[in-house]
């Protein structure tokens, strides 16, 4: 079995901690002129998820896209935090784990916030049996 260590360990607090820029839900915006806020990106774009940098747990620099789902992908468990309602941190979780999939299918998704009497409705979704809407109303 794989761990998580180093560069991935290191990686997944700093992509959740360190690159997103704010809380969706913060009450108060005391951010400078021109620093991009949490609500620049209601809805974040492919592009914007897959720019933002992500830094080395040790400050040695920044990571590629590429070396990030590469070490993820070859690990046996990948834990991602986030900060609920971050659009763009997200989107960045999002991007992730389909590159991980395309480079170890088979991968398994589990998400803590869905109660076991939620698995048909969340399985629907995922196989594409239902629509957003239906999930949301079923779950």
Do not use: K
């Amino acid at each position: 079995m794989r761990t998580i260590t180093g560069l991935a360990g290191a990686m997944i607090g700093v992509l959740v901690a360190g690159t997103v820029p704010g809380c969706g839900t913060q009450t108060r915006d005391n951010s400078p002129a021109g620093a991009v806020r949490a609500g620049d990106f209601a809805q974040p774009t492919r592009q914007q998820a897959r720019s933002v940098m992500i830094r080395r747990g040790d400050g040695s620099g920044s990571v590629p896209w590429a070396e990030v789902v590469d070490q993820l992908a070859g690990s046996d468990v990948v834990l991602f935090g986030e900060v609920h309602g971050h659009p763009l941190g997200n989107r960045v979780q999002q991007e992730l784990f389909e590159d991980v999939l395309l480079a170890r299918p088979g991968t398994i998704l589990s998400m803590e916030f869905y109660e076991r009497d939620d698995q048909i409705a969340l399985d629907d979704y995922l196989s594409g049996v239902t629509d957003c809407a239906a999930f949301d109303e079923a779950a």
